[in-house]
T-cell receptor, first 116, second 110 residues
Framework: GAVVSQHPSWVICKSGTSVKIECRSL??????MFWYRQFPKQSLMLMAT?????????EQGVEKDKFLINHASLTLSTLTVTSAHPEDSSFYIC????????????FGEGSWLTVV | GQNIDQPTEMTATEGAIVQINCTYQ??????LFWYQQHAGEAPTFLSY????GLEEKGRFSSFLSRSKGYSYLLLKELQMKDSASYLC???????????FGTGTQLKVEL
């Protein structure tokens, strides 16, 4: 079964609204989680590193005020896309690593966001 | 900066062998991963290399040469279900942060 769970799997929202995506580690604690974005027929692009109890670290070119990340507990990170626009429509996916399982990195199921 | 290159597309025949190459130039290196991704789904872990050489895992093998910044994924006895995107990813700084390559779309034909 999944060890990293994302919710929702898909969401449609209107332009200008905000959408929250959750990423949970189910069987382990994750002090860091990672958020990626993937456009159709493209690879995964790292957006930010979510750090438990502190600010997220954003990759170059990613607007921190638009993509709000909160990592309030060791098992939950949330990504909020604020004032969404159609160009934000994408597949968003999170990952986390279990320090007790070596180098295994687990990915969430992904969340499809469509902004209309 | 980080630069990870893969061929965009490849086509192979069912039952055959295919090799997907990956070259990388990254600021650091703490391991290379291969993932399989079917359309609309999350990536699935295939292999991990941190030392030079070949890692074999059933029908899948992965090779790494750190001095050349090169890896390949070898898929044997191809099946139709192997049609997917194959992603090469490098961990530049350790931990679980990955930088992904461009991805290779593999199509397996009869």
């Amino acid at each position: 079964g999944a060890v990293v769970s994302q919710h929702p799997s898909w969401v449609i929202c209107k332009s200008g609204t905000s959408v929250k995506i959750e990423c949970r580690s189910l069987d382990f604690q994750a002090t860091t989680m990672f958020w990626y974005r993937q456009f159709p027929k493209q690879s995964l692009m790292l957006m930010a590193t979510s750090n438990e109890g502190s600010k997220a670290t954003y990759e170059q070119g990613v607007e921190k005020d638009k993509f709000l990340i909160n990592h309030a507990s060791l098992t939950l990170s949330t990504l909020t896309v604020t004032s969404a626009h159609p160009e934000d429509s994408s597949f968003y996916i999170c990952s986390a690593g279990d320090s007790f399982s070596g180098n295994t990195i687990y990915f969430g199921e992904g969340s499809w966001l469509t902004v209309v | 900066g980080q630069n990870i290159d893969q061929p965009t597309e490849m086509t192979a025949t069912e039952g055959a062998i295919v090799q997907i190459n990956c070259t990388y130039q990254t600021s650091g290196f703490n391991g290379l991963f291969w993932y399989q991704q079917h359309a609309g789904e999350a990536p699935t872990f295939l292999s991990y290399n941190v030392l030079d050489g070949l890692e074999e895992k059933g029908r899948f093998s992965s090779f790494l040469s750190r001095s050349k910044g090169y890896s390949y994924l070898l898929l044997k006895e191809l099946q139709m279900k192997d049609s997917a995107s194959y992603l090469c990813a490098v961990s530049p700084s350790g931990g679980n942060k990955l930088t992904f390559g461009t991805g290779t779309q593999l199509k397996v034909e009869l």
